[in-house]
């Protein structure tokens, strides 16, 4: 059980009195206040990006995407917000401001190419799979997707020594590491992930799944579509080799909640690799390359789907 479900942070908070955390950009902090407020428009939204030509440049190039299928070119933030959607412009802006600090951020043996890698490949999971369910914020789920594994470079920097081990190599099985953060520390990178996105003001909506997002308690709260989202993208392993655990109990337990099953499963996959294909380049200084998506989306749910 995660520390966040249980004590509480304080814990955690300890870990952090020598370790200078990441400061999310002032443009963050706008975003963070727009992100569930139903009058922003196309044009607040510009405003604010005006302040970073570069992502606005992405985002037209990310619209123009054969991801989005435009018979016409995008030219403009007015438009890439009718493609992709205001709500999800929202996020993706946000996200990009998020993880700009672990950029400069202490690595400690992590290796945070793959480890982006695998956080837009949950998070385009999370996205389609929330499209699936068909009632739960698919603009949120792709966030939560995205930040449930800031976390680990945390505690591998406050633990260079205990913590490198554990996240060497090109495949890194969170299920394990969690076990074994929770037994070596008695709290974990998901505890982690929602002490700093807390600090950042992040709301609970987002907050509280990626805290609980190795949980496989049954969330009984208004926030369970996002939980049961965090918990499926969170428990998978990308690129892994035989014999690497995955979680059945994990699917079992949310599938019929999210309506999972081996009919719509390869649909998500393949939806969730376009959408990686396209976005990753928005993440192009943190994201290690990858040319098959989609082999290591399906080898990741591979089998634990029924």
Same mark, same amino acid.
């Given at each position: 059980m995660?520390?966040?479900e ?6 955690? #908070?300890?870990?952090? *009195?020598?370790?200078?955390?990441? $400061? ?16 922003? $428009?196309?044009?607040?939204?510009? /405003? ?9 440049a ?8 054969? #991801?989005?299928?435009?018979?016409? *070119? ?5 438009? /890439? ?17 998020? !993880? ?10 992590v290796?945070v ?7 837009v ?21 792709f966030?939560v ?5 800031? %976390?680990?470079?945390?505690? /591998? ?5 205990r ?5 060497? %190599? ?7 590491? @969690?076990?074994?953060? !929770?037994?070596?520390? %008695? ?8 002490k700093?996105?807390? $600090? ?6 987002? !907050? ?13 709260s ?5 939980? $049961? ?5 969170? %428990?998978?392993? @990308? ?11 994990? @699917? /079992?337990?949310?599938s019929e ?25 928005? @993440? ?6 990858? !040319? ?15």
């Amino acid at each position: 059980m995660s520390v966040a479900e249980n004590t509480g942070t304080a814990d955690v #908070a300890s870990i952090f *009195q020598d370790v200078e955390l990441p $400061s999310p950009p002032k443009v963050a902090l706008v975003l963070l206040q727009m992100i569930d407020d139903p009058t922003v $428009s196309v044009r607040d939204i510009a /405003a604010v990006m005006g302040v970073d030509p570069s992502l606005c440049a992405r985002l037209l190039k990310l619209a123009n995407s054969s #991801a989005y299928g435009q018979r016409r *070119q995008v030219d403009s933030i007015d438009r /890439a917000a009718v493609v992709l959607g205001l709500d999800y412009l929202k996020v993706i802006c946000l996200a990009v401001q998020l !993880t700009a600090p672990f950029k400069s951020w202490k690595r400690a043996g992590v290796d945070v190419g793959i480890l982006w890698r695998d956080a837009v490949l949950r998070a385009s999971l999370a996205r389609h799979a929330a499209r699936i369910a068909g009632d739960i914020d698919y603009s949120k789920a792709f966030l939560v997707g995205l930040l449930q594994d800031v %976390g680990v470079p945390l505690l /591998a920097t406050a633990f260079p020594d205990r913590y490198a081990p554990h996240v060497a %190599g090109d495949v890194v099985d969170h299920n394990a590491l @969690f076990a074994w953060e !929770t037994s070596e520390f %008695g709290y974990n990178h998901p505890d982690a992930a929602a002490k700093v996105l807390d $600090s950042w003001g992040l709301p609970p909506s987002l !907050t509280r799944p990626i805290a609980v997002h190795h949980s496989l308690k049954a969330p009984q709260s208004d926030m369970a579509g996002l939980e $049961s989202i965090a918990v499926v993208a969170g %428990g998978l392993t @990308f690129g892994a080799a035989p014999g690497c655990t995955h979680n059945a109990a994990r @699917f /079992a337990l949310f599938s019929e909640r999210l309506k999972l099953d081996k009919n719509s499963t390869p649909v998500m996959v393949r939806h969730a690799a376009a959408e990686f294909a396209a976005i990753s380049a928005l @993440f192009d200084e943190l994201v290690t390359p990858t !040319t098959n998506p989609r082999e290591l989306l399906a080898g990741a749910i591979d089998g634990i789907v029924s």
